[in-house]
């Protein structure tokens, strides 16, 4: 853990007006600032969507059992994918909402072209461009994303009189603050990241934003975002991050900050957490099982 406090430190040796905002977050979770333990459901409703693809599928019915935790009704779970037929199926027989992700934008991963040291990263920026299109999909006012890979371990929630919970991370990536103001052409006011993999969507601010993109570049919403594809950076746009600082720069009223309690581990230790969540649940609210951890 501290070698992991030095690591994060050193990396904001080059941003040192940053240090003090990671230091502060650090703190807030050291003595669980935010850890929420409240299991009673929250008002309004919402809708869950997972896009979803298939190194990830294995996943689906422990990150689908874990909504069970969330503070808040669920309407309805939309599972946005390609039309496999194992994902078909299994959403078929779990009254599950599927969606063919081809039909969201009118065009598949296959159209974006975005390949850095030969690496072919369309399939990354195409789910973010799917995460931001919920309010196309759904039907409640306001949608949950959890990424495919990440379970929850506690319960938390994500709207709280009448505001949205954004949840903070410590990491930092300069890329996704310069797209930000490549885009509307004015910096956030945040410090931290909000790529924690999730996010509340709201389908009228989703909107608002939209409509500001496309009247400052005269494109469609999506292909202003494409056009943030850096060829040298392999990670050059965040989903999230883009529409949670947008809300707190033009709501800044309508938004709660909270620390992030997630660890990532390597998709091996999921039977390990599952049968001792107790102890994981204590210190963390959700779990990320990348597929790149090994």
Same mark, same amino acid.
């Given at each position: ?52 693809v298939s190194k990830d599928f294995t996943l689906i ?128 006011? =945040? #410090? ?11 389908? !009228? +601010?989703? /909107?608002?934003? $939209? ?50 309690? =997630? #660890? ?11 049968? !001792? +969540?107790? /102890?994981?649940? $204590? ?12």
């Amino acid at each position: 853990m501290i070698k992991g406090f030095i690591f994060q430190i050193k990396s904001r040796v080059e941003r040192p007006h940053l240090i003090l905002y990671f230091i502060i977050l650090r703190i807030k979770k050291f003595f669980k600032i935010g850890f929420e333990t409240d299991t009673n459901k929250h008002s309004p409703k919402i809708d869950i969507m997972i896009p979803t693809v298939s190194k990830d599928f294995t996943l689906i019915k422990d990150v689908i059992d874990s909504f069970l935790k969330i503070n808040h009704e669920i309407n309805k779970i939309f599972v946005v994918a390609p039309p496999h037929e194992e994902i078909v199926q299994y959403c078929s027989k779990n009254n599950l909402q599927f969606v063919d992700e081809k039909t969201v934008l009118g065009y598949g991963k296959d159209a974006i072209k975005y390949f850095v040291n030969n690496t072919n990263r369309n399939g990354w920026i195409f789910q973010q461009l799917l995460k931001l299109s919920g309010e196309n999909i759904v039907e409640m006012d306001n949608y949950f994303i959890l990424d495919s890979d990440t379970i929850i371990a506690n319960n938390f929630s994500l709207i709280e009189n009448d505001k949205f919970i954004f949840y903070q991370n410590e990491e930092w990536h300069s890329a996704y603050f310069k797209a930000f103001y490549k885009i509307f052409g004015y910096k956030t006011i =945040n #410090k931290l990241s909000f790529t924690s993999h999730m996010m509340i969507f709201n389908k !009228n +601010m989703l /909107r608002l934003m $939209k409509k500001e993109m496309e009247a400052k570049k005269g494109k469609s919403w999506d292909e202003v975002y494409l056009s943030t594809i850096d060829p040298n950076e392999a990670s050059c746009i965040s989903d999230y991050d883009t529409y949670a600082n947008w809300v707190l720069c033009n709501f800044p009223n309508k938004v709660i900050q909270r620390p992030l309690y =997630n #660890k990532a581990l390597s998709r091996d230790k999921l039977q390990e957490v599952k049968n !001792n +969540m107790g /102890r994981y649940s $204590k210190i963390l609210k959700t779990i990320s099982f990348h597929s790149y951890i090994k």
